[in-house]
């Protein structure tokens, strides 16, 4: 056996948490223990988009493979595909205005269906604890980071990465400890600005989510091209979006409702709470058939009130990194939350798994993750944020008062022109860069000690 270099600590077992211990695994130097806060291993939601730049990391994984046995045809690599049809839909007569067409497919699946594979795949070296709730960590003088949890029972590792979502309890007390040191220093200012990234804010948007049995969609309209094809159906103040997973069993559905004026403030309620669907109907009055015919086959849900993390000044902190949410959480529009968390755990495993990183050379490490991942995840957030406002009309007045057809139609195109510019690195690009530019850094850094 090999002798282990150090002791990585993942908290969190979502789809970041679990790709970031897969892929550490492929070292056996490296030692992994996976703590995760609820019971039992599984994703909260429903469906999962994956675009052709995070479904080669999965390929790289040799997880894609047994994820294609979920999906109704393997996706395309080379060719031209119709991603997603969007259509103008807050009218009595809806019309499509774009199809986006992308070089390789947009793989839709059911998250329970994502993390069952991502399990199966995860190697018995690869220690996993349930009902470990983080609370609060501390670091010693010899670098060694100590966990403790809310039943009381705690850890030891060299490094910690925070998984843990949106209300991460990592990145709560790396920015607290930040702060703290920023106050000692004296400098009031930065401390405040630290504190202010804890709490996570409002996104001004709110996302309604059900699964509907495509049977009974079929049944009442047996042609709906939600049974069969990736539909967004988009207006003022909202859109929704459905496709087919499991397989076509299901049709997954989500409902979004817009008021980008409040976005940064409190939103008054519960995060996600279980809802009607009278509830998941208001706001949609008015709008197409295709639309009420989905509305009326939703029977009960979830809302859900759409947080941000504020923009991070680091993602590390000494031998701390975070990913996914608890690094970067943002609006799902263009449905590349879950494709991020899946970039910073490939990454962050390439700077830990180089045969360069020691244990003394962690937080050199770290900050190679930190420069490389945190500007394109940042942007990412900001792209998906402007997407929301052009799906709900928010943005460029695209619902002013037009002299005729033609200047609305005019302005339908430069939407389509934007949305297809804002989505273009999913398909067009590849995380290989990266990789190549995070171990070349490792060199150099090596090379200068």
């Not at 789809?15 to 599984?42: H, K, N, Q, W």
């Not at 990592?170 to 920015?175: D, E, K, M």
């Not at 008015?286 to 086959?297: K, R, S």
């Not at 057809?405 to 949305?419: A, D, I, P, Q, W």
Request: proline share 4%; charged share 25%.
């Amino acid at each position: 056996m090999a002798d282990k270099r150090f002791r990585v600590a993942i908290c969190g077992a979502g789809v970041g948490g679990m790709v970031c211990a897969l892929a550490l695994a492929r070292d056996p130097s490296i030692e992994v223990e996976l703590y995760e806060a609820t019971s039992r291993f599984g994703e909260i939601g429903a469906g999962i988009g994956i675009w052709p730049r995070t479904w080669k990391i999965l390929e790289q994984l040799h997880v894609a493979e047994d994820l294609v046995c979920v999906l109704p045809a393997p996706p395309a690599h080379d060719t031209e595909a119709i991603a997603l049809t969007m259509r103008r839909s807050d009218k009595p007569e809806g019309h499509d205005f774009h199809k986006l067409k992308i070089k390789g497919s947009l793989v839709v699946l059911h998250r329970a269906d994502f993390h069952r594979v991502l399990l199966k795949h995860l190697p018995p070296q690869c220690k996993t604890h349930l009902s470990k709730r983080l609370l609060r960590y501390s670091q010693d003088n010899s670098g060694s980071i100590h966990l403790q949890f809310n039943d009381g029972s705690t850890a030891i590792c060299d490094v910690l990465v925070g998984a843990d979502g949106l209300k991460s309890a990592v990145r709560a007390t790396l920015l607290d400890l930040e702060a703290q040191a920023a106050r000692v220093r004296g400098d009031a200012q930065a401390a405040g600005f630290l504190e202010s990234c804890i709490v996570p804010k409002w996104s001004g948007e709110v996302s309604y989510r059900t699964l509907v049995p495509a049977i009974k969609l079929r049944e009442k309209v047996p042609n709906h091209r939600a049974l069969t094809h990736n539909i967004q159906y988009i207006g003022r103040g909202g859109y929704i979006v459905a496709y087919p997973i499991s397989k076509g069993e299901t049709v997954n559905f989500v409902a979004f409702r817009t008021s980008h004026e409040l976005k940064g403030t409190e939103f008054n309620g519960p995060w996600v709470t279980n809802v009607s669907a009278q509830e998941f109907q208001a706001g949609f009055d008015g709008w197409e058939a295709e639309v009420t015919q989905l509305l009326q086959c939703a029977e009960k849900g979830m809302r859900w009130a759409i947080h941000e993390v504020k923009p991070l000044q680091s993602f590390v902190s000494g031998r701390v990194a975070l990913i996914g949410d608890a690094a970067h959480a943002m609006t799902p529009n263009q449905g590349s939350g879950a494709g991020q968390a899946i970039e910073d755990a490939y990454i962050l495993a390439t700077v830990l798994g180089n045969p360069l990183t020691s244990i003394d050379a962690i937080p050199e490490a770290l900050t190679i993750y930190d420069t490389i991942r945190r500007p394109f995840a940042q942007d990412i957030a900001e792209r998906s944020f402007s997407n929301g406002l052009l799906f709900s009309f928010d943005r460029d007045n695209y619902e002013s008062e037009f002299p005729d057809e033609e200047s609305k139609r005019n302005k339908l195109k430069e939407l389509r022109s934007s949305v297809t510019e804002q989505w273009k690195w999913a398909w067009s690009t590849t995380l290989d860069g990266a990789v190549a530019e995070a171990n070349e850094r490792l060199q150099k850094a090596h090379a200068g000690n």
